[in-house]
């Protein structure tokens, strides 16, 4: 069975710093990918950044980065210098064999002006 | 413009009225998935789709239904809705199952309330 943990129900962050957002996973799979997705008050979902079990490089897009640590299973969202508008739930997931997502619980990210 | 649409966006319904919620895609997507999102519990699967007629369980299908007829549309239908049905519901398509290129793309969402 995978699992997806997220331990930081809310963050808080001053605008123009950095933030990572922490997830761990476990699953029995050797091939999988990892995701991050925003979703903002208005509700919808929005896929930022994917990250494949055999990738050796972190993905990166834009002003959002994955540390990707294979070992620790753990595949946190890095997003620098952040601004107003990235205030959402972040969702982490996995998806392996199985063809079933799995979402962690999700962490509310407030930046403060 | 790509997209995945939902109808209706907001549902207010009483327990036991059969009722349907569309969701289409334009993407020729072979991938489709229906999710429920309740507070604190993050989005959990209903059933998804592989391609045309074929459908399977996800993690919480009691109490819905699917269908895949064509390829655009899955449509979840709850036969017979109870309260414990109430949650924002997702539809969701991509283009692969595994491998970069399988990011889901999530319709805006039906808030469905069941009195």
């Known amino acids: 069975a995978q699992k997806i943990t997220q331990t930081q129900p809310g963050m808080f962050v001053q605008e123009k710093e950095a933030v990572t957002l922490d997830c761990t996973y476990d699953?029995?799979?050797?091939?999988?990918?990892l995701f991050w997705y925003k979703q903002p008050s208005s509700g919808e979902m929005i896929f930022l950044i994917y990250?494949?079990?055999?990738?050796?490089q972190n993905a990166t897009e834009g002003r959002y980065s994955l540390n990707f640590q294979k070992a620790r299973k753990s595949a946190n969202l890095v997003i620098s210098a952040s601004q107003l508008g990235d205030s959402a739930m972040y969702f982490c997931?996995?998806?392996?064999?199985?063809?079933?997502?799995?979402f962690g619980r999700g962490t509310s990210l407030i930046v403060h002006p | 413009e790509a997209q995945v649409t939902q109808n209706p966006r907001y549902l207010i319904t009483v327990t036991g009225k059969k009722l349907t919620v569309t969701c289409s895609q334009n993407?020729?997507?072979?991938?489709m998935s229906w999710y429920r999102q309740d507070p604190g519990l993050g989005l959990r699967q209903i059933y998804y789709?592989?391609?045309?007629?074929?459908?399977d369980k996800g993690d919480v299908p009691e109490g819905y239904k699917v269908s895949r007829k064509e390829k655009r549309n899955f449509p979840l239908i709850l036969e017979s809705p109870s309260p414990n049905q109430t949650s924002l519901y997702f539809c969701?398509?991509?283009?692969?199952?595994?491998?970069?290129?399988?990011?889901?793309?999530f319709g805006p969402g039906t808030r469905l309330t069941v009195l």
């Open positions: 969701a398509s991509s283009h692969k199952l595994s491998g970069r290129g399988d990011e889901q793309f």
């Open positions: 699953t029995s799979d050797q091939s999988y990918g």
């Open positions: 990250q494949g079990s055999y990738d050796e």
């Open positions: 997931a996995m998806r392996g064999g199985s063809y079933i997502p799995t």
């Open positions: 993407m020729n997507h072979e991938y």
């Open positions: 789709s592989m391609n045309v007629e074929v459908t």
